[in-house]
T-cell receptor
């Protein structure tokens, strides 16, 4: 079955360490997105990529980095520069036609201690 | 930039009753898409219903329907015959039809409780 896989489901890191969240899709979607979810703030866009080897900053990109070397993969690195990294992170993808919205992964809960 | 506002942080409905969740948005565009997503306790985001702005007819999916008022920039979700499985966070979202960026802009969500 086609879908988006985010791993791991739960991730714990010490403050000051970089951490990479995985996102893989086998839907043949061109566009991929990373959102951060905090209580009471909805989903906020971190980065997005509409094509391989190209990506754009979203609304809250500071302290994060991404790469898009393959169509299927869009990993997110949370760097030590991110002041408040503890959050729930959602990856999504979409086809070219915007009427269909996104397909989401099941998310990664990152806790920094 | 577009913004989406959900003014009801929490709502409650009795099983089998009807509830309406509100959403307003701000945009200068004339053509766009609107969505409602459901996020149950599993936190998996599920598309509930979508509306194309150029269509006057309100979208309907089984027990879910929308009231789309383009001039008022309002997009409410009506859930009929509420079931316990409808308990979740509901997010309203906006997507431009044109332009280079195809991102979804989300509201802050409404938590729906369903009681017996």
């Amino acid at each position: 079955d086609g879908g988006i896989t985010q791993s791991p489901k739960y991730l714990f890191r010490k403050e000051g360490q970089n951490v990479t969240l995985s996102c893989e899709q086998n839907l043949n979607h061109d566009a991929m997105y990373w959102y951060r979810q905090d209580p009471g703030q909805g989903l906020r866009l971190i980065y997005y990529s509409q094509i391989v080897n190209d990506f754009q900053k979203g609304d809250i990109a500071e302290g994060y980095s991404v790469s898009r070397e393959k169509k299927e993969s869009f990993p997110l690195t949370v760097t030590s520069a991110q002041k408040n990294p503890t959050a729930f992170y959602l990856c999504a993808s979409s086809i070219g036609s915007r009427v269909y919205g996104y397909t989401f992964g099941s998310g990664t809960r990152l806790t920094v201690v | 930039a577009q913004t989406v506002t959900q003014s009801q942080p929490e709502m409650s409905v009795q099983e089998a009753e009807t509830v309406t969740l509100s959403c307003t948005y701000d945009t200068s565009e004339s053509d766009y898409y609107l969505f409602w997503y459901k996020q149950p306790p599993s936190r998996q985001m599920i598309l509930v219903i979508r509306q194309e702005a150029y269509k006057q007819q309100n979208a309907t999916e089984n027990r879910f329907s929308v009231n789309f008022q383009k001039a008022a920039k309002s997009f409410s979700l009506k859930i009929s015959d509420s079931q316990l499985g409808d308990a979740a966070m509901y997010f309203c979202a906006y997507r431009s039809r044109g332009g280079t960026a195809s991102k979804l802009t989300f509201g802050t969500g409404t938590r729906l409780q369903v009681t017996l």
